[in-house]
């Protein structure tokens, strides 16, 4: 049996994103929509 958490992304830079699910952070990659349009934060860093 599979449980998904949504998450809540608060910050984009490059193609690494931060996220928050449950008052959890954590990175994750956005390697699989490196074809698709990305808003990245300009606090990148």
């Given at each position: 049996?599979?449980?998904?958490?949504?998450?809540?992304?608060?910050?984009?830079?490059?193609?690494?994103?931060?996220?928050?699910?449950?008052?959890?952070?954590?990175?994750?990659s956005l390697l699989k929509l490196q074809h698709g349009a990305l808003a990245?934060?300009?606090?990148?860093?």
């Open positions: 049996m599979c449980l998904a958490a949504p998450k809540q992304v608060t910050a984009v830079c490059g193609l690494n994103a931060s996220c928050e699910a449950r008052g959890m952070l954590c990175e994750i990245e934060d300009s606090k990148c860093g």
